[in-house]
């Protein structure tokens, strides 16, 4: 399993796949690719095939799947390793869980791109 992400310092998204692979307990490589600048667009604009769908990061290779989104990562793991390990057992927390990674993971954009 190969993990790329960017700088867990200053990319959430990237911190949130790592974050998910560390939990599953599987072994990963990571891959560390510089984030913005020339360097960056460089990378994006001639990838090899490492970016498949809109040049972010972090995505998950796993044998022939492909995963780019954090939380896709994190639903994709908790299918292979089992989902006790990632969400509570008790399905009134769980649905608190749930919640909460929803709501960071669809808003907030304006406060994310601000600080
Ligand atoms: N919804 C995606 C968001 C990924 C995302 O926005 N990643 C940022 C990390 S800072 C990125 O790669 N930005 C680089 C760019 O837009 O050029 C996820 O959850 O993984």
């Not at 992400?5 to 998204?13: E, Q």
């Not at 639903?75 to 009134?92: C, I, M, Q, S, T």
């Not at 608190?96 to 406060?111: I, N, P």
Request: overall charge negative; charged content about 25%; hydrophobic content about 40%.
């Amino acid at each position: 399993m190969k993990l790329i992400i960017g700088n867990k310092n200053y990319s959430s998204w990237s911190l949130r796949g790592w974050l998910a692979a560390k939990q599953s307990g599987v072994s990963f490589e990571e891959i560390t690719v510089p984030m913005f600048g020339e360097a960056w667009d460089e990378l994006k604009s001639n990838d090899g095939g490492t970016q498949p769908s809109h040049g972010k990061v972090p995505i998950l290779w796993d044998e022939e799947a492909v995963v780019w989104d954090s939380l896709a990562i994190l639903e994709y793991l908790a299918d292979k390793v089992g989902r006790d390990r990632f969400w509570p057992k008790d399905p009134v927390a769980r649905g608190m869980a749930r919640s909460m990674v929803a709501e960071m993971h669809s808003s907030y954009q304006a406060l994310r791109s601000e600080c």
